[in-house]
């Protein structure tokens, strides 16, 4: 579990580094709050996983790449790898490096309480579904059953619908209008693996299709 943990903070440093290599300075004082803000609540989120849920804190840690990992769910990740470090990159050129938007601080306020409110959805997830790993995958090891309590009473995909918030909520903090232009294609890959999710547990998870007519939408109440 060390090892691991050391895994997901190299990946954190990495992140920080596209930011300030892109913008070409570390005076940007937005990408240390978004690092402080991401640090501070997934560290607040791992030690209450590791309190309250130690299983699915070790899940958490895993590997996004994992054998009971379904293909498509590899290729998926390994392409969200590449969209999310472009993606980076790229408010960093926008916003630091060339200037080229010019997005008011009330806006990047507002940004900064959707990143934090993705947190808060993200500790309700888990705090009702020990199953919440990383990868697709069935958990047989661990008697995986359906979750239709707290919030996936509402929608399907509760943790889906908090990272649209921080799709939306980071560029905004980080002051990039281009990189909010990119928004729905990040939002686009997150409703696919949502689709091909469902179909994964409808047929290996006793009870889910039940769920999904009970409870019609996938991310958005009213919406989708």
């Known amino acids: 579990m060390a090892s691991k943990l050391i895994i997901q ?3 954190f440093v990495a992140l920080g580094s596209l930011l300030f290599l892109s913008a070409g300075t570390l005076q940007w004082p937005a990408a240390w709050v978004l690092l402080v803000e991401m640090g501070g609540t997934g560290i607040a989120l791992g030690l209450w996983l590791r309190w309250h849920d130690p299983a699915l804190f070790a899940e958490r840690l895993s590997a ?3 054998s009971s990992q379904k293909r498509w769910d590899k290729v998926f990740m390994a392409t969200l ?3 999310w470090s472009s993606w980076f990159v790229l408010m960093g050129v926008d916003a630091v490096r060339f200037r080229w938007s010019h997005v008011p601080v009330w806006a990047q306020a507002i940004g900064a309480i959707l990143i934090a409110l993705n947190a808060y959805i993200a500790y309700r997830t888990f705090r009702e579904n020990t199953f919440a790993a990383p990868v697709v995958k069935i958990q ?3 008697d995986h059953r359906v979750i239709i309590t707290g919030p996936y009473a509402y ?3 509760p ?4 990272n649209l918030l921080f799709f939306i909520g980071t560029p905004l903090l980080l002051g990039s209008w281009c990189g909010m232009a ?6 686009a890959m997150l409703a696919m693996r949502a689709v091909l999710e469902e179909r994964t547990l409808a047929s290996g998870l006793p009870g889910y299709r039940d769920y999904a007519v009970r409870v ?3 991310l958005i109440r009213g919406i989708w």
Do not use: D, K, S, W
């Not at 943790?159 to 908090?162: D, E, I, P, S, V």
């Not at 990119?182 to 939002?187: D, G, I, R, Y």
């Open 9 to 11: 903070i190299g990946i």
């Open 64 to 66: 996004c790449f994992q």
């Open 81 to 83: 790898l590449v969209l």
């Open 140 to 142: 047989t090891e661990r």
């Open 155 to 157: 929608v399907r995909h």
């Open 159 to 162: 943790m889906y619908a908090g």
């Open 182 to 187: 990119a928004t729905p294609l990040m939002a």
């Open 216 to 218: 019609r939408y996938r």
